[in-house]
């Protein structure tokens, strides 16, 4: 018989070993370095003697761990003197940070423009707007960074774009659909941000948390020309039913009112050169977590970082390969993981019945109901978020094996009634099914991590650690 503590133990490592791969500190610490007194970022060198300020800024849920990163590299000579800098973090983020401040621009959970952002938002712009030819820019962008950025265009107001930004995600609209609209609601989207900067070099160093690392969508591409048009951002709303009250009658007025044909792509993104990198992303994190279950003894199928679809239907295509794998395998056969990674999306049930969950929670859930019946003996399913958000929860996912539904079944808890209504955190917490890490300092969208074991015995070359 599989033994389920050493099935999720694996589980839980697998996944913790792809999100530490890509913790946003290590990453620019790959990216950036002092190399002969000259400063090298992707392999740009500048010369020290030639460089004025280097001037940090930038938004997203890994911006601490990259800050950390970028004041460790210049930590010491000339090169610490000239850096200085403002990021936008989650509030949970903010910690000591000697050269590059960072600003509490939401609270914890809260993935939607605030007052705070806005404030931040302006001082990004003042400090890009400040530079001049000698300077150079780092702009630190990962996921979550559109909301951690807000600046209105005008004469839209915060609460305008919050509402458009709340009816989208509400609505199921993909990643790509809300930055779509949301650079041309933007001052500083859509490579606004590179157009106000006169530095002589701006770089973007990129954590992506989008399918395929479009750098236009990333944050919604402050650095990136706007290949998409006021038309298309109309199109996105019409497709979801807009008007008010639910989307503010002014921002259909700002599109209506905005220029029919798309700037040509490249253009317009000032004075400054420009470059941006991707220095990490999900298929990097994938590639640790399969080393882990290599050495754990697992065979690992990979199914890639760039499945989307919709949570349940995820979870119940997972639910169902698991099965056929786990009754397929023979005795004596190493045990499997399934690998996947990206961002499906969660279709909201109609209900007035409290409710609290995330995409990660609601697949996990959905993969539980879809093996209730024949037993998750020799199953685990995990799936969460990169950056230990997982919707407006404090978990960054979820996990189920045999035990958990053992435990489930005792209380007397259906987990369909749940699937149903998007409650999943309530069905998980009290099993403690809950993934909880804390803010991980990276966002590259979600890891999933399946293991099934038909019942043969590992083949270790190293002991799990207790």
């Known amino acids: 018989m599989p033994d389920p503590d050493r099935l999720s133990e694996d589980a839980r490592a697998i996944w913790s070993a792809g999100v530490a791969a890509v913790h946003a500190q290590r990453l620019i610490r790959t990216a950036v370095r002092i190399e002969d007194h000259d400063l090298v ?12 300020r280097v001037v940090v800024v930038g938004a997203g849920k890994a911006g601490a761990g990259m800050a950390a990163g970028v004041e460790q590299a210049l930590a010491e000579g000339d090169w610490a003197d000239k850096l200085e800098g403002w990021v936008n973090v989650p509030a949970d983020c903010v910690r000591p940070s000697p050269r590059i401040h960072l600003h509490a621009a939401r609270p914890p959970g809260l993935n939607e423009p605030t007052l705070e952002g806005v404030r931040g938002a302006r001082e990004v712009l003042r400090r ?23 600046a209105p265009r005008p004469p839209l107001t915060l609460a305008d774009k919050q509402a458009v930004t709340r009816w989208l995600m509400h609505s199921g609209a993909t990643i790509r ?14 490579g606004k941000l590179a157009q106000a900067a006169p530095a002589g070099h701006l770089i973007g160093l990129i954590i992506s948390d989008v399918v395929g690392d479009p750098l236009d969508v990333i944050a919604s591409g402050p650095t990136c020309p706007d290949g998409s048009t006021a038309q298309e951002a109309r199109d996105v709303l019409r497709r979801y039913g807009a008007c008010p009250p639910r989307v503010p009658q002014a921002v259909l007025d700002l599109l209506d009112a905005a220029p029919a044909r798309a700037a040509a792509p490249g253009a317009g993104l000032g004075g400054a ?10 298929a990097r994190a994938l590639e640790a977590a399969a080393r882990e279950a290599r050495q754990r003894g697992y065979e690992v199928c990979a199914l890639g970082s760039d499945n989307q679809g919709e949570a349940n239907q995820e979870g119940w295509d997972l639910a169902e390969r698991c099965r056929a794998e786990r009754d397929r395998r023979a005795r004596g056969e190493p045990p499997l993981c399934l690998l996947s990674g990206g961002e499906p999306v969660v279709h909201l049930a109609a209900t007035d019945q409290p409710r609290k969950g995330g995409r990660n929670q609601q697949l996990v859930l959905a993969a539980l109901t879809r093996l209730r019946d024949g037993g998750l ?16 929860t404090d978990a960054a996912g979820a996990w189920a094996d045999a035990q958990l539904l053992a435990a489930a079944n005792r209380l007397g808890l259906d987990p369909r009634p749940y699937l149903e209504v998007n409650n999943a955190y309530a069905f998980f917490a009290p099993l403690g099914g809950l993934l909880k890490t804390g803010p991980t300092q990276t966002n590259v969208m979600d890891l999933r991590v399946a293991l099934v074991d038909g019942g043969g015995p590992p083949q270790r070359q190293y002991a799990a650690p207790a």
Request: net charge negative; proline share 4%; hydrophobic share 35%.
């Open 128 to 150: 890009v707007q400040s530079l001049g030819p000698s300077d150079v820019c780092l702009v630190l962008i990962s996921g979550g960074g559109s909301a951690l950025l807000p």
């Open 41 to 52: 970022v992707c392999g740009h060198r500048l010369a020290r003697d030639q460089v004025g």
């Open 377 to 392: 003996e020799g199953i685990v399913v995990l799936s969460g978020g990169t950056d230990g958000e997982d919707g407006p």
């Open 273 to 282: 050169r420009v470059w941006n990198h991707v220095i990490g992303n999900n």
């Open 177 to 190: 659909e809300l930055n779509t609209v949301r650079k041309q609601l933007s001052l500083v989207k859509g």
